[in-house]
């Protein structure tokens, strides 16, 4: 439903998109993350009831607990309300986050191998450098090396967040 949505925003918002830039923009709006920031937005995450330790665990601020909770609402909004009480969420809280569609909205481990592999150098390789925290807020610094480059890291609260803002860096330094 989220996707069919968005989608019906984006061809409406950018009328003169070509199928490809419309797919991007699809995917970071429809992504985990964006999710996670609507349902803060929408007040889910405080309405979310959670086991203790979830709670004591910061599952409140967990993107994936967020992501999905967001996703269960406009579900619900959907099969109680039909389509106008889930386009009528939608529309509230994306509208916002349609000015951020802009540049280049390739998940940057994607572009970070699309690079490599233009340029016959392999598959970008990931390291965990150093994990710190506690188990309910860790903090990981990843390393990413691609052959014939020096290695880039990057620091996030999650393994996967990491692992795009070390490829990030890289990705960086190669256009500079």
């Given at each position: 439903?989220l996707g069919f949505l968005i989608a019906e925003q984006l061809v409406q918002h950018f009328p003169k998109e070509n199928e490809g830039s419309?797919?991007?923009?699809?995917?970071?709006?429809?992504?985990?993350?964006?999710?996670?920031?609507?349902?803060?937005?929408?007040?889910?995450?405080?309405?979310?009831?959670?086991?203790?330790?979830?709670?004591?665990?910061?599952?409140?601020?967990?993107?994936?607990?967020?992501?999905?909770?967001?996703?269960?609402?406009?579900?619900?909004?959907?099969?109680?309300?039909?389509?106008?009480?889930?386009?009528?969420?939608?529309?509230?809280?994306?509208?916002?986050?349609?000015?951020?569609?802009?540049?280049?909205?390739?998940?940057?481990?994607?572009?970070?191998?699309?690079?490599?592999?233009?340029?016959?150098?392999?598959?970008?390789?990931?390291?965990?450098?150093?994990?710190?925290?506690?188990?309910?807020?860790?903090?990981?610094?990843?390393?990413?090396?691609?052959?014939?480059?020096?290695?880039?890291?990057?620091?996030?609260?999650?393994?996967?967040?990491?692992?795009?803002?070390?490829?990030?860096?890289?990705?960086?330094?190669?256009?500079?």
């Amino acid at each position: 439903m989220l996707g069919f949505l968005i989608a019906e925003q984006l061809v409406q918002h950018f009328p003169k998109e070509n199928e490809g830039s419309l797919a991007l923009k699809l995917n970071a709006l429809v992504r985990m993350e964006t999710c996670a920031r609507v349902a803060e937005a929408a007040g889910i995450d405080a309405a979310l009831i959670l086991a203790p330790s979830e709670d004591r665990a910061g599952g409140r601020r967990k993107s994936a607990i967020l992501g999905d909770a967001c996703e269960a609402v406009i579900a619900a909004l959907y099969l109680d309300g039909g389509i106008e009480a889930a386009r009528k969420f939608v529309t509230k809280y994306w509208q916002p986050l349609m000015s951020e569609v802009t540049g280049d909205l390739r998940d940057p481990k994607n572009a970070l191998q699309e690079w490599a592999q233009g340029r016959k150098l392999g598959t970008p390789t990931y390291r965990i450098a150093k994990r710190e925290g506690p188990d309910h807020a860790p903090r990981f610094t990843v390393e990413v090396s691609v052959k014939g480059e020096a290695p880039a890291t990057g620091e996030g609260a999650s393994l996967r967040a990491a692992e795009q803002a070390a490829a990030r860096v890289l990705m960086q330094r190669l256009a500079a």
